[in-house]
């Protein structure tokens, strides 16, 4: 099915924030016995931007699958949350070497695990965690030019 540019630039995301405290996430492909630890640079409903910050090479690419296990020591959300998420974005940082991030869509999560993250997306924007701009919002207000 082809999207039309007007349905695409109409479709709002999901705020996002960025919590006062990194979430740690364990993430492999889907199949694969190495695990690495990624954290988080925002989230929100619907996804995950996380962050790998060693200076050594990561498997992941765009469209990969992953496992994820979200805050594996339950420190923020309470408990591990599992999930599987697909990489939508990634991107080499230009400002820190050896970091890269990655955009991550949850794309399969249990109905427990699903209303724990909700709830603890709800509970930041409670807190006034900071809420991160879409790109809607910077054009509107001239902060990025329009295409």
């Known amino acids: 099915m082809k999207v039309n540019k007007s349905d695409e630039k109409s479709r709002v995301r999901a705020p996002r924030f960025r919590p006062s405290e990194r979430v740690v996430v364990n993430s492999k492909t889907i199949g694969t016995y190495l695990t690495y630890k990624l954290s988080t640079e925002n989230l929100s ?12 090479p990561i498997p992941f690419i765009e469209n990969t699958i992953l496992e994820m296990t979200i805050d594996p020591g339950a420190n923020i959300l309470g408990k591990p949350l599992q999930c599987l998420g697909k990489i939508v974005r990634r991107k080499e940082s230009n400002a820190r070497s050896g970091e890269t991030q990655f955009g991550v869509s949850i794309i399969q999560i249990e109905q427990e695990d699903m209303e724990q993250w909700h709830s603890c997306i709800e509970e930041l924007s409670m807190k006034g965690a900071e809420e991160i701009p879409g790109i809607e919002a910077l054009r509107d207000h001239g902060q990025l030019k329009a295409s």
């Open 45 to 56: 409903r619907s996804g995950l931007l996380l962050e790998w910050q060693q200076n050594r």
